[in-house]
């Protein structure tokens, strides 16, 4: 009998919000996933309620990286934080302003490690949903 090497599985994300946590392996975990997109489907979904705090945890492989999260409105994608993040674990409030205009398929939080000069190391995507639309449904 012989042993056979299993691949290293990619780093992970895990976003909370409320009492309720979604957890995904890198969409891309490469020396340049510049390219990496995503979308709706096929990425982990997560119901949020605006005013409330959102956190995110990366694997320690992705916080020695660095890695920086954002939010895509409309196509277009904003940084929500401007420093490269070294910590395992960030957080923020989810703006009180989206309570009611969230888009139909929700907001895509994108998650990017910022390993090489070439490019991004790393790229994760969640979708966040509003929380009091699908709670009232």
């Not at 990619?10 to 995503?38: L, M």
């Not at 969640?126 to 009232?136: G, P, R, S």
Request: hydrophobic share 40%; with cysteine.
């Amino acid at each position: 009998m012989s042993l056979t090497a299993c691949a290293k599985p990619a780093p992970s994300v895990t976003v909370f919000s409320n009492a309720n946590s979604v957890h995904s392996e890198a969409v891309c975990w490469a020396a340049d996933c510049s390219q990496a997109t995503g979308s709706a489907a096929g990425t982990a979904t997560l119901a949020v309620t605006p005013g409330r705090v959102i956190g995110i945890s990366v694997d320690s492989e992705v916080a020695e990286a660095g890695w920086q999260p954002a939010i895509v409105v409309n196509g277009q994608t904003q940084v929500l934080e401007r420093n490269v993040i070294h910590k395992r674990y960030w957080r923020m409030t989810f703006p009180e302003s989206t309570r009611g205009s969230f888009p139909a398929g929700g907001f895509t939080i994108q998650i990017v490690s910022n390993a090489t000069t070439d490019g991004n190391r790393g790229a994760w995507f969640f979708t966040l949903t509003d929380a009091e639309t699908t709670d009232n449904a």
